[in-house]
């Protein structure tokens, strides 16, 4: 019998192209020694529930009110539950008729699109159309939607950061595109430099290759920079300059862990710009629930808004998402309920406070602890997390460790991460995972952990980084 459909020999080879570092090999060793007995601190992945964050009391209680409508109609739903919960789980019931079980809109719940066009309002003071918000199932299955909408084939590009999160270089693989990198400058904080877009454009061309899109991160993942608005209105000219439509990843807009630069939305910069460029520039931006203090990764909510997108295009990229029928229910709801959270005199706004900001102050002193232990340690060096839920030190490995890597057969930053995992309990991911110049190399682990476990496990890390420089940097050439 010949080769199967399925048969490895067989497969589309844009699927094995794919990579994503995140849960790769340092992941899978760790689940192995996780399974043998051995305690794992998982910091590969920003997953805060998973790494001991409490839930928000509202959320949850609204949730639970709708998935189980019949405890609305018990006598003594009022003693287990706050009013506004209640008020509130009422609201989205009526706007899904059929419950949480049924079918929506392919695009969403209109009357959740409206409250998410609402925050946008809000947050940018510029009006927001609820029929260009599209939600999603996490931010991520919207963003290899317009990927797919917008690559053709191996000839279009898409402009990537490095480093970068897998997400982008992984579903440009698997959709037969081409990445075109342009790099951060680490010893300027992870600045973003137009120069290098120029640089990285250009190359591309001579490359036979038509770049159609950019994309930013922003607060940057693996970075942790904030994008000034000095450096969004550079790079809103240069897409306007180019003709690419710009992809706003901005799903840690609410981890911000410094005071200098807050974070300002690309749409809000771009129609502040005015006219031309604010009618011109094609953007698409996203946001999710599974980060900020909300942490809920499992519960794979997220949307995204187009601004500038030809209607014909809009009706294209609905009918993709029809597809799949609906995204998630329960996530519409709660993406209604962080766009929407109770407000200065509703009974639950105090505590939604006191828990929101518990969890935003703890991260701030969480990025400060990681940063500083990893500046103490020997042969590393570590730029501030101003925002997201990363550090991404660089780890300067010696000559002779870099040749231990190669005998090993493996690249010098994940023989390190190997070796910090199989010591340490500590998993973390390579930074060749998320690219990075020649001959420099990283590794990026979340803030997350607890903070009273913070101490010792920046005290482990530095014991054996500084063990493993001693080791290598003894032996003689």
Known sequence: ????????????????????????????????????????????????????????TFPRQVIALCQAPFLLDDPNVGQLFPADAIARARHYLSLTPGGLGAYSDSRGLPGIRKEVAEFIERRDGYS????????TDGASKGVMQILNCIIRGQGDGVLVPVPQYPLYSATISLYGGSLVPYYLEESANWGLDVNNLRESVAQARFNGITVRAMVIINPGNPTGQC????????????????????????VYQQNIYQDERPFISSRKVLMDMGQPISKEVQLVS????SKGYWGECGQRGGYFEMTNIPPKTVDEIYKISSISLSPNVPAQIFMGLMVNPPKAGDISYEQYVRESKGILESLRRRARMMTDGFNSCKNVVCNFTEGAMYSFPQIRLPPKAIEASKNAGKVPDVFYCLKLLEATGISTVPGSGFGQKEGVFHLRTTILPAEEDMPEIMSSFKKFNDEFMEQYEAVKI
């Open 286 to 289: 996203f946001h999710t629930v």
């Open 227 to 250: 994008l000034s608005e000095a450096n969004l209105r550079e790079v809103l000219n240069f897409c306007h300059r180019e003709n690419l439509v710009l992809l706003g990843d901005e």
């Open 1 to 56: 019998m010949g080769v199967k459909a399925l048969d490895y020999e067989s497969l589309n080879e844009n699927v094995k192209e794919v990579q994503y570092a995140v849960r790769g090999e340092l992941y899978l060793r760790a689940s192995e020694l996780q399974k043998e007995g051995k305690k794992i601190i998982f910091t590969n992945v920003g997953n805060p529930h998973a790494l001991g964050q409490k839930p928000l």
């Open 128 to 135: 927001s159309d609820p029929e260009l918000i599209f939600l």
